[in-house]
C-alpha cells in the first residue's frame, strides 16, 4: 500500500486567512486529486494533478504537484466559511491497478 | 446526469444482525468501489469490481462481508453478523475504469451504519 501523509490534521483559521495543506508521500503516482467531503456527503473531487511541477487553479484554491510526484499541496486564499470540509488527497494510476490510495485527510474550519 | 446512488442513507441495527448496502452507479462507469470511512478518517477500500468482476478484495474482511455485482450495474455490501467495530460510513464510488482516464472517481453520499 502507497502511504499518503497529510498535514496538518486539524485547521481551525478565521474567514479571510490563507492557508496551506500538505499532502506527502515516498512513492511515486501517476497522478493525485484533491477531494472535498462535507459532513454527511461523498468526497467531491476538485482537482486531478498528473504532471510533476503541474499547478492548477481552481478560483480561490491553487494546487500542485511537486515535481518526482511524490508530493502535493493545496493553497486556500482568503479562505471563507464555505471552504469547511476534509480535505482529501488520493493517489494512484496504472502501478497500483488505478485504484486510489487516500490520505487520512486535513479537517478545515473557517469561522466568520 | 444522475450520481451515484446510495441507499439507504442511515441504518441502525443491533450487533450480531444482518444489513446490506446498495449502490447504483453513474450510467456508464464499470469500475465501482466500496469505500468503508470511519470518523475523521480517509475512505479504505473493502472491494473494487470491473464490471461484474472482482478485481481487488484483498481489504475485504470475507468472514463477514460479502458483495456482488450480478450484472455488471448496481452493487450490494453485507455485512452477516455486524459487529459494534463495523460502525462507519460505507460510500460507493464509480468511474470509467481501465486506460479511459486517471480514475476519477464519483462518490454517493454514503450510508451510515450505526450497530448497537
Known amino acids: 500500500t502507497q502511504l499518503l501523509e497529510q498535514s496538518p490534521q486539524f485547521l481551525s483559521i478565521q474567514e479571510g486567512e490563507n492557508l496551506t495543506v500538505y499532502c506527502n508521500s515516498s512513492?511515486?503516482?501517476?497522478?493525485l486529486q484533491w477531494y472535498r467531503q462535507e459532513p454527511g456527503e461523498g468526497p467531491v473531487l476538485l482537482v486531478t494533478v498528473v504532471t510533476g511541477g503541474e499547478v492548477k487553479k481552481l478560483k480561490r484554491l491553487t494546487f500542485q504537484f511537486g515535481d518526482a510526484r511524490k508530493d502535493s499541496s493545496l493553497h486556500i486564499t482568503a479562505a471563507q466559511p464555505g471552504d469547511t470540509g476534509l480535505y482529501l488527497c488520493a493517489g494512484g494510476g496504472a502501478n497500483s491497478g488505478y485504484a486510489l490510495n487516500f490520505g487520512k485527510g486535513t479537517s478545515l474550519l473557517v469561522t466568520p | 446526469e444522475a450520481g451515484v446512488v446510495q441507499s439507504p442513507r442511515y441504518k441502525i441495527i443491533e450487533k450480531k444482525q444482518p444489513v446490506a448496502f446498495w449502490c447504483n452507479p453513474i450510467s456508464g462507469h464499470n469500475t465501482l468501489y466500496w469505500y468503508l470511512q470511519n470518523l475523521g478518517q480517509g475512505p479504505e477500500l473493502l472491494i473494487r469490481y470491473e464490471n461484474e468482476e472482482a478485481v481487488d478484495d484483498s481489504q475485504l474482511p470475507k468472514d463477514r462481508f460479502s458483495a456482488e455485482r450480478l450484472k455488471g450495474v448496481d452493487s450490494t455490501l453485507k455485512i452477516q453478523p455486524a459487529e459494534l467495530g463495523d460502525s462507519a460510513v460505507y460510500l460507493c464510488a464509480s468511474s470509467l475504469g481501465g486506460a479511459s482516464g486517471y480514475n476519477e472517481q464519483f462518490f454517493g453520499p454514503g450510508t451510515r451504519l450505526t450497530v448497537l
Open positions: 512513492s511515486v503516482f501517476s497522478s
